[in-house]
C-alpha cells in the first residue's frame, strides 16, 4: 500500500488481525508492508516504515485534533432558545371565545425549561399565577402549564428562529384550567 502527503491510509491485515493507521508530511512515498512497524536508524533520524518518525507525530498531532473536533459536536445543546418572556394563547376545541392568555418567564438550561406564569383574568377560579415546565428537542416541544392540581399538556414546535411555536394540547381532569378539554396553542416570543 502506498501513501502520500496530508493523507491518513488505514489497511486491515487480516493475517496478523491488525489495523494499520499510516500517515505522511513530505512528498516522499513510503511503502507500508504490515500492522507491525519497520523501524529503522539512519543516523540522520527514525524511519517508521520509510517515513520520518516527525512526520508522525505532526500526522498523529493532526488526527487528535481532527477526533477532538468531531467529539465537540456530540452532547446536548445548551442554546437557551425558549429563554425569555412568551405570550401563549389557548384555544380550546370549538371555542375560539374560551381561548387563555399566559404570559411566560421561561428559562431554557440545557433541553429542560422552566418557568413562572401569569394566567389572564378569565382562566378560571383558581388565581393567575401558574408555572411552566418541559423539554426541547431540536425545535420539537413538550410542556407542562401547572395551576395547583391542574395541568395542561402542550406539544408542538417552535420556527426555526425560535421566535414563534405551534401545537395542541390536552388539559387534565382538574378544578382549574380547562378541565379535561384539547385544543390548540400558539405562542409568540415577546
Not at 422552566?114 to 411552566?132: I, K, N, P, R
Not at 395547583?148 to 382538574?174: K, R
Amino acid at each position: 500500500m502506498t501513501v502520500c502527503i496530508g493523507h491518513f491510509v488505514t489497511s486491515r491485515n487480516p493475517t496478523l488481525d491488525a489495523v494499520s493507521i499510516v500517515a505522511t508530511s513530505t512528498c516522499e512515498w513510503a511503502q507500508v508492508a504490515s500492522a507491525r512497524p519497520k523501524i529503522v536508524d539512519h543516523g540522520s533520524g527514525l524511519l517508521v516504515n520509510g517515513m520520518k518518525a516527525s512526520g508522525i507525530r505532526i500526522a498523529a498531532g493532526l488526527l487528535l485534533t481532527v477526533a477532538i473536533g468531531f467529539l465537540g459536536g456530540c452532547g446536548t445543546s445548551s442554546n437557551p432558545a425558549m429563554t425569555g418572556t412568551w405570550l401563549f394563547v389557548l384555544t380550546p376545541t370549538g371555542s375560539a371565545t374560551s381561548a387563555i392568555q399566559a404570559t411566560a418567564n421561561l428559562t431554557q438550561v440545557g433541553n429542560n425549561v422552566t418557568g413562572q406564569v401569569s394566567l389572564s383574568s378569565t382562566a378560571g377560579s383558581c388565581g393567575t399565577d401558574a408555572s411552566m415546565s418541559g423539554t426541547v428537542k431540536g425545535n420539537a416541544l413538550t410542556l407542562q402549564l401547572t395551576q395547583l392540581q391542574s395541568a395542561i399538556n402542550l406539544t408542538g414546535a417552535a420556527n426555526q428562529a425560535f421566535t414563534s411555536a405551534s401545537g395542541t394540547y390536552t388539559a387534565e381532569a382538574g378544578s382549574c384550567l380547562l378541565s379535561g378539554g384539547t385544543g390548540s396553542w400558539s405562542a409568540t416570543l415577546q
